[in-house]
């Protein structure tokens, strides 16, 4: 079936630091890959989404890009801020197996300090 | 644009009793999906409506979990009777179509089960 895995967090890095989250996908056919973000105590928001090989997502700094090739979908930044402290879902929706449910990855929590 | 709309945010229930939770999408979203999140875990789904009829339920332990959307806009998910592993956040999603892309998600509601 279809799966999303994540790096293993936590993650701690210091204001102005590179981020990266990896994430690897397994699905049947082509999947749209996503980016969720969940702040402490909101809702998950979509962050960035790619619906094909080679698509680059990008949102509030945040850069993504589709790799068919690697079943790939990591997630950077350049210069993260404290304020990008939350928990991160890389997430798929393979449409052909599972209609548009979303399958989830674990989630990384990213905390930056100041 | 109001968004997803869930009640309640908490509750705490002893095993063996019966809990529901509401969910009120974003006007005009024929697709609602919940989601259970255990903690540390990524959110899974356990049942996706188009308007008022189900399409996906096959993650749904229906011996004791059931949902309904009556007149294809609010929705309900109940549990009967409560085990203490049903100890997670439901999450409640919309979208305009069944078209795989994004979803809007709710707040979520705290359960937790002694």
């Known amino acids: 079936g279809d799966s999303v895995t994540q790096m293993e967090g936590p993650v701690t890095l210091s204001e102005e630091a590179f981020l990266t989250i990896n994430c690897t996908y397994t699905?049947?056919?082509?999947?749209?890959l996503f980016w969720y973000v969940q702040y402490p105590g909101e809702g998950l928001q979509l962050l960035l989404k790619a619906t094909k090989a080679d698509d680059k997502g990008s949102n509030k700094g945040f850069e993504a890009t589709y790799r068919k090739e690697t079943t790939s979908f990591h997630l950077e930044k350049g210069s993260v801020q404290v304020s990008d402290s939350a928990v991160y879902f890389c997430a798929l929706s393979a449409r052909e197996t599972s209609g548009s449910r979303l399958t989830f990855g674990e989630g990384t929590q990213l905390t930056v300090n100041p | 644009e109001a968004g997803v709309a869930q009640s309640p945010r908490y509750k705490i229930i002893e095993k063996r009793q019966s809990v529901a939770f509401w969910c009120n999408p974003i006007?005009?979203?024929?697709?609602l999906y919940w989601y259970q999140q255990i903690l540390g875990q990524g959110p899974k789904l356990l049942i996706q409506f188009q308007n008022n009829g189900v399409v996906d339920d096959s993650q749904l332990p229906k011996d004791r979990f059931s949902a309904e959307r009556l007149k294809g806009v609010d929705s309900t998910l109940k549990i009967q009777p409560a085990k203490l592993e049903d100890s997670a956040v439901y999450l409640c999603?919309?979208?305009?179509?069944?078209?795989?892309?994004?979803?809007?998600f709710g707040p979520g509601t705290r359960l937790t089960v002694t």
């Open positions: 006007s005009g979203h024929a697709t």
């Open positions: 999603a919309s979208s305009p179509s069944l078209g795989g892309g994004e979803q809007y």
């Open positions: 699905a049947t056919g082509y999947p749209s």
